[in-house]
């Protein structure tokens, strides 16, 4: 049977203020005492007014065009009504009628970078969240910090076909909110939160089969399992001859299973209409050229131009778009001249095998950007060899200290050996293993690598592999 799905996806803002008030955004609840970020609008007290707040605003805009998406200069609030013990008003402020930001698409990558895909937004509008309940010791207790915390959520069109289709574009979609400053997007500080829209049908001029919403997904491995189980549990259904209601559901991943949470509610169950205390949204010229001023970096154009202008392969894009500030630091290299492939080689090897090692970022490296580029362009000029090179960044890596200080202590910069100079080194290793010369004589070929390592030794690194093993050869004949 053929899998459908969309996908509603809630994005929490990196801005400084709450939604409709001035209290802090926090980020990281963690450490944060309860009920500290809180005020007579979050916690919904009598004769208290919502008033938007401009830099949540700002963030929704530039989300928006980050998504391609038609930025409406009117649009308006909405009041969605229903009663559950998380929400202090009885309502949520969100935007069902006319949001800010309506349809459009945004493209990604498939088969490590080598497939492009394209879906479609309905539409990515603004929301504020809930307060949080505790549940200890047999009591319910509340915490206001979160309540009022802007949310943008996106609904994209049922466009998904496959697993692989929802996970790499959530992956896109959580590099575009991170590299343009507009949220931190941690799934497991549900800072991202999905719910994921699930039907099967037999075949494409089927209509759409009954929808199951999955609810309390907060990884992109439980996203794909949850999306598995229940297209199995729906197909077993069809297979049974069985029917069943739009529902939601909830997801308990330690038990691989999940649960029945409510019948699905249409928009009127929650008896909408448009949020009095708020007027309509009117996008001023000042904030319209704000926008169009503001540069946004797309990650899938950067992965086009990875892949098909320099020819990178799936290890360096993945080093450079796993962090926005390891992009930067390349993008900082590469502007002072040094080959692209030059620069992504020592990126993704060995500096990223460094910060995951040592659970650092890039911005912990010693040497500055410009000793980084220094030593690069002696690499570009071929002036040093590939063991030589390695050995510089892994003295970097060790020792902070700079290339140029390495390459003096190692001799690196002395004149080049001769051919006769060399044979004779050459010829010194070999009488000081007349053993190991004998081996060799009887077919022991592969003692040639302790020969050449030795020589490596005596030269400083100073000469190739292949042309110390040429000598040998030459020696052992």
């Not at 390695?390 to 001799?411: A, C, D, F, H, R």
């Not at 010194?428 to 060799?440: A, F, H, K």
């Amino acid at each position: 049977m053929l899998l459908t799905i969309g996908l509603e996806i809630h994005i929490k803002l990196k801005s400084e203020h709450k939604m409709f008030c001035l209290c802090k955004n926090e980020q990281n609840f963690e450490g944060v005492l309860p009920n500290t970020n809180i005020c007579p609008v979050c916690t919904a007290q009598p004769g208290a007014l919502p008033v938007l707040s401009e830099d949540v605003l700002e963030k929704a805009l530039l989300l928006g065009k980050a998504l391609h998406c038609k930025i409406n200069e009117v649009s308006s609030f909405d009041r969605k009504s229903y009663f559950y013990p998380d929400s202090p008003m009885g309502y949520q402020i969100t935007q069902l009628y006319h949001p800010t930001n309506t349809e459009w698409k945004v493209s990604f990558f498939l088969d490590n970078y080598v497939t492009e895909r394209t879906v479609h937004i309905q539409d990515a509008h603004m929301e504020n969240d809930t307060w949080k309940m505790i549940h200890t010791w047999g009591q319910a207790l509340i915490d206001f910090n979160r309540s009022g915390t802007p949310l943008v959520e996106i609904v994209t069109k049922p466009d998904f076909t496959t697993t692989e289709e929802v996970i790499e574009f959530l992956k896109e979609l959580q590099r575009l909110v991170r590299f343009n400053d507009i949220g931190d997007a941690d799934l497991e500080k549900w800072q991202m939160r999905v719910d994921v829209n699930i039907s099967v049908r037999k075949s494409e001029k089927d209509p759409f089969g009954t929808r199951v919403e999955v609810k309390n997904i907060n990884s992109f491995g439980m996203i794909k399992r949850a999306i598995e189980h229940e297209q199995a549990r729906q197909e077993k259904l069809y297979a049974a001859g069985e029917t069943f209601t739009q529902q939601t559901r909830g997801r308990d991943d330690a038990k691989s299973e999940s649960y029945l949470m409510r019948s699905k509610e249409d928009a009127l169950d929650y008896k909408y209409f448009p949020e009095p205390d708020l007027p309509e949204l009117r996008l001023n010229d000042e904030t319209i050229k704000r926008l169009n001023d503001k540069e946004i970096v797309i990650p899938h154009d950067l992965i086009k131009k990875f892949t098909q202008e320099y020819g990178f392969n799936k290890e360096y894009v993945n080093a450079l778009i796993s962090d926005k500030a390891v992009l930067d630091y390349f993008t900082n290299i590469t502007d002072k001249k040094i080959d692209a492939k030059l620069v992504a080689k020592r990126i993704a090897w060995p500096i990223a095998a460094w910060m995951k090692e040592n659970f650092t970022s890039i911005g912990s490296l010693k040497f500055t950007d410009g000793q980084f580029a220094e030593f690069l362009s002696k690499a570009q000029a071929g002036s040093l060899m590939e063991n030589q090179l390695k050995v510089i960044m892994n003295e970097m890596l060790s020792t902070w200290k700079n290339p140029e200080e390495i390459i003096k202590e190692k001799w690196f910069d002395a004149p080049a050996i001769g051919t006769k100079e060399l044979e004779l080194l050459a010829k010194e290793v070999l009488e000081s293993n007349p053993t190991i010369v004998e081996q060799y004589k009887w077919g022991k070929t592969t003692t040639i690598g302790f020969f050449i390592g030795q020589l490596m030794k005596k030269t400083w690194g100073k000469v190739s592999p292949k042309i110390a093993q040429e000598v040998f050869e030459k020696l052992l004949r």
